[in-house]
Each structure stands twice: as structure tokens, then as C-alpha cells.
């Protein structure tokens, strides 16, 4: 990335089916869905927001090698994707165990995200 624009942050929790993905997921959409930058276009090489540049960071609690980096991408809409993975996150009791959501044990994941954008 030649040129950082804009850093927008965000947290997201699977409650019930310890599914990090999903997690992670909720985090990204967590941080770029409160946002608009109406004139990004105007800067990006061709006016395209397909050049774009995002670098994604998620801080995760645990499963690091479960994480589906494909579906990661599907949440941002337009750009190159990079994801980067570190340590972060929580795990915390969600207070009950509900075998019905597909439950592991009575744990919540708490994702962090970082969503640098630029080109």
C-alpha cells in the first residue's frame, strides 16, 4: 500500500457455535458498515474502488487455523485483500451451554478488527 487513507476498527462475537469465522466476519462488518467515503474514488488509480488496497487485521483469541480466509474476504466488497492474523481477541462464558446452536462448551468469541484502506 503506497497510500493509507483511512483505518476503521471493529469487534464481533460468535455467542454460540464457537465459529471464529463468524467472528471475524461480524468484526469486519462491524467496522466498515458504519462508515462512507464518498470520495475515495477520486483518488484511487482509475477512479476504480477495484484498486483499492485493504489490509485486513483480525485479532483472534484462538482456532487461528480454522479461520476461513475465503469467507473473510467475501465481507469486504471491492479492493485487494490482504488478511493478517495475531493474537487478541477474548474468550468469555456466554453463561449457557445450548446444544441446539451447535455449543462446544458455554464459550464466546470476542474478535478485534483493524480495516486499513488505501491504494
Not at 497510500?3 to 467472528?23: E, N, P, R
Amino acid at each position: 500500500m503506497d497510500q493509507l487513507m483511512f483505518i476503521q476498527t471493529g469487534m464481533g462475537t460468535d455467542v454460540h457455535g464457537q465459529d471464529i469465522t463468524k467472528a471475524s466476519v461480524r468484526a469486519i462488518k462491524n467496522a466498515i458498515h458504519t462508515n462512507s467515503m464518498p470520495g475515495i474514488r477520486t483518488v484511487l488509480p482509475e477512479q476504480s474502488l477495484d484498486n483499492m488496497k485493504i489490509n485486513v487485521k483480525l485479532a483472534l483469541p484462538c482456532d487461528k487455523d480454522k479461520l476461513d480466509h475465503d469467507e473473510v474476504r467475501k465481507a469486504i466488497p471491492y479492493g485487494e485483500v490482504k488478511i493478517e492474523v495475531m493474537d487478541g481477541g477474548m474468550l468469555t462464558s456466554s453463561g449457557i451451554f445450548l446444544e441446539e446452536k451447535q455449543d462446544k462448551n458455554d464459550l464466546m468469541y470476542i474478535v478485534n478488527a483493524s480495516i486499513e484502506v488505501g491504494y
